[in-house]
């Protein structure tokens, strides 16, 4: 799931790939993504940098995680 800086605009997403330093995901509709944003990866919220998009594929540079309780 990804969660803009709202709080309250949540997208749901499928990781294709994820590396020591990011995520490749794939969004389930086109839509323009905002330099920064959090994403829910295995219950911990990562905060996120934009490094690409085209269309519904993004490539996010990940942050330190924040665990859910």
Known sequence: ??????????FPVVVINRSGSGLTIELAEPVDLPATFRILVQQAIEPCDLAWQNGKLAGVRLGSPTEIT
């Open 1 to 10: 799931m990804l969660v803009l800086d709202d709080d309250l605009t949540r």
